[in-house]
């Protein structure tokens, strides 16, 4: 019988004390044949993630008419649609060589193809298109993660990335709220609302802003656990500061609420899992106070003070959501509920009320796609916290706190969706994202099947 060697190779992911930011980007290089391609793909990847919350992109056939009902208003063409682009065109060759069995979600697919299939009973169909376009880019992000982030390497580089987003993100909107003003850098926007006094960074809306920070606070909550990677856990320290603070100007109130919650998932478990040391709860918990207490006049006014109607209005569009679901049982098609919510507005009882799609996104995708909609997305949101949930039992010190602190960021966004439309690019990519991460982490912390070689005499 011809001997077997089987060879056990090792990659523990982390970065010994001392590195540098740029070293923590660049990780470990492959063998000197792969390297052009290994780059070209570090550098794609890094564009796709960094520019999510930056959003250069451009909408083709823009409506503003329906922009201004919270309607997506056109097709959605950002630097990351062509670096995906590219990525695909690098990946797919490869892929069809080696012939791999293709990974992803069943439950996010049917919830894709209900969307793409609803173009056709849709009041509008175009408008059903724009988001079909949207959504697909997504899904197709996020089959792309699942399949090829095989390494600890691939999944500190993104999570890197999002840290600095985050960091950045909260500097520039500290930026703005001093200077009380609109900045600009090229294409992308800071935004300061000089009426209500919100800032919304360069995510376009405060809403927005928010739920991004309710998605990565609590990964970098959770990167200060993580082991072997001093320099990750003091980028994250700094992010999580001005994160914070950059939560708290948005004023939104649900994401405060997404926040607090998730936060708390991270802090429970990690005491649980003895991750958390005494001496870094007390720091954390007085970090969080302190925060409290220099932001207590702000966050008293948000919570407590005159709001101008706005959660009143809120209960007046579901009431419209719940009208419209009974007349459409299988709905209105995707990206439709500002097109037949119109119809509704105009009842005497809804006359004077704020018009705009509904705020809440359970009720938005109940009415637009229906009831096997609704499942589907729901299913894709249950999944992804059970195989979050599932890592956690796994031994890997790096990768763990990482999909704990993701999977505590979506289940406080589901808080957050309770109030908040939840159709921007920022936030639909990021989400599957998120997902698409812990899928990839348990694929990678997965226990490896071991075999045993018996010699024929």
């Known amino acids: 019988m011809p001997n077997r060697t089987v060879q056990l190779t090792t990659v523990d992911g982390a970065f010994a004390d001392g590195?540098?930011?740029?070293?923590?980007?660049?990780?470990?290089?492959?063998?000197?044949?792969?390297?052009?391609?290994?780059?070209?793909?570090?550098?794609?990847?890094?564009?796709?993630?960094?520019?999510?919350?930056?959003?250069?992109?451009?909408?083709?056939?823009?409506?503003?008419?329906?922009?201004?009902?919270?309607?997506?208003?056109?097709?959605?063409?950002?630097?990351?649609?062509?670096?995906?682009?590219?990525?695909?065109?690098?990946?797919?060759?490869?892929?069809?060589?080696?012939?791999?069995?293709?990974?992803?979600?069943?439950?996010?697919?049917?919830?894709?193809a209900i969307v793409t299939a609803s173009t056709v009973w849709a009041l509008q169909p175009s408008l059903a298109l724009y988001e079909t376009f949207l959504l697909g880019q997504s899904f197709l992000l996020f089959i792309y993660i699942?399949?090829?982030?095989?390494?600890?390497?691939?999944?500190?580089?993104?999570?890197?990335?999002?840290?600095?987003?985050?960091?950045g993100e909260g500097m520039m909107m500290l930026l703005t709220q001093g200077l009380h003003r609109t900045l600009s850098l090229g294409p992308i926007y800071f935004d300061y609302n000089e009426i209500t006094n919100r800032v919304s960074g360069s995510l376009g809306a405060a809403n927005v802003?928010?739920?991004?920070?309710?998605?990565?606070?609590?990964?970098?909550?959770?990167?200060?656990?993580?082991?072997?990677?001093?320099?990750?856990?003091?980028?994250?320290?700094?992010?999580?500061?001005?994160?914070?603070?950059?939560?708290?100007?948005?004023?939104?109130?649900?994401?405060?609420?997404?926040?607090?919650?998730?936060?708390?998932?991270?802090?429970?478990?990690?005491?649980?899992?003895k991750w958390l040391s005494h001496t870094l709860f007390i720091k954390l918990s007085l970090g969080c106070g302190l925060l409290i207490i220099a932001c207590l006049p702000l966050l008293a006014e948000r919570i407590f003070g005159d709001d101008n109607g706005s959660a009143q209005s809120r209960i007046s569009l579901m009431q419209i959501s719940t009208l419209i679901i009974a007349d459409h049982p299988f709905g209105v098609g995707a990206n439709n509920w500002a097109v037949a919510g119109q119809h509704y507005a105009d009842r005497t009882n809804f006359r004077e009320e704020w018009f705009y799609t509904v705020h809440n996104k359970y009720l938005l995708i109940l009415t637009e796609v229906g009831i096997i909609g609704f499942l589907a997305f729901g299913a894709f949101i249950l999944t992804t916290i059970r195989s979050g949930w599932r890592i956690l039992g796994r031994s890997d010190r790096l990768l763990t706190p990482i999909a704990l602190g993701l999977t505590a960021g979506i289940c406080g966004q589901q808080i957050h969706m309770m109030g908040e439309i939840f159709n921007s690019r920022s936030q639909v990519q990021l989400l599957l994202l998120a997902a698409a991460l812990i899928f990839a982490i348990e694929n990678i912390t997965a226990p490896k099947s071991s075999s045993i070689e018996i010699e024929s005499p």
Do not use: M
């Open 19 to 112: 590195e540098s930011t740029a070293e923590l980007l660049g990780s470990q290089s492959p063998s000197s044949n792969n390297i052009l391609a290994y780059w070209w793909r570090r550098i794609l990847l890094g564009i796709v993630v960094v520019e999510l919350p930056l959003q250069i992109d451009k909408y083709f056939l823009h409506d503003i008419d329906l922009a201004l009902t919270g309607a997506l208003s056109g097709f959605i063409v950002s630097i990351s649609t062509f670096c995906l682009i590219l990525l695909y065109a690098q990946w797919l060759p490869k892929l069809v060589i080696e012939s791999r069995p293709l990974r992803g979600n069943f439950a996010l697919t049917i919830y894709t």
């Open 146 to 167: 699942v399949n090829t982030v095989t390494e600890k390497n691939d999944v500190i580089f993104i999570v890197t990335c999002l840290t600095l987003c985050l960091a």
């Open 209 to 273: 802003a928010a739920s991004f920070f309710n998605l990565l606070i609590p990964l970098c909550c959770c990167l200060l656990f993580s082991a072997n990677s001093k320099r990750l856990r003091q980028l994250s320290a700094i992010a999580l500061l001005l994160g914070g603070l950059g939560l708290v100007l948005t004023l939104s109130r649900g994401g405060w609420i997404g926040t607090t919650f998730s936060i708390g998932i991270c802090v429970a478990i990690a005491l649980q899992k």
